[in-house]
Nanobody, 123 residues
């Protein structure tokens, strides 16, 4: 199983980026997908998750209204559209897969992780 995240980069505050995470080797549409991030010197934190069919989403309060998670089960890909980026969004972003969204909300039982993609927001 592989989760490959990409799309990170350097962007000015107020700008946008779209992250992608492509999965292989797992029944993609059976899994909830989501994103975590880890800023320098801080613990990894939950950002957002989406249910297996895209019908349910959840966001941490600090990104609500700015970030949008979506998925394309035909392409085995989950996306994270990040708008109105702030300096505090600077982090390495990791995608992950779990059987339910509860795995993300509890940060427990997540089965697979991607390698991370770095996002730097200049202020």
């Amino acid at each position: 199983v592989q989760l490959q995240a990409f799309g990170g980069g350097l962007v000015q505050a107020g700008g946008s980026l779209r992250l992608s995470c492509v999965a292989s080797g797992l029944p993609f549409s059976d899994y909830a997908l989501g994103w975590f991030r880890q800023a320098p010197g801080k613990e990894r934190e939950y950002v957002t998750a989406i249910s297996w069919d895209g019908g349910s989403t959840d966001y941490v309060s600090t990104v609500k209204g700015r970030f949008t998670i979506s998925r394309d089960n035909a392409k085995n890909t989950v996306y994270l559209q990040m708008n109105s980026l702030k300096h505090e969004d600077t982090a390495v972003y990791y995608c992950a897969a779990g059987i339910t969204m509860g795995n993300f909300l509890k940060n427990s039982g997540l089965e697979y992780w991607g390698q991370g993609t770095e996002v730097t927001v200049s202020s």
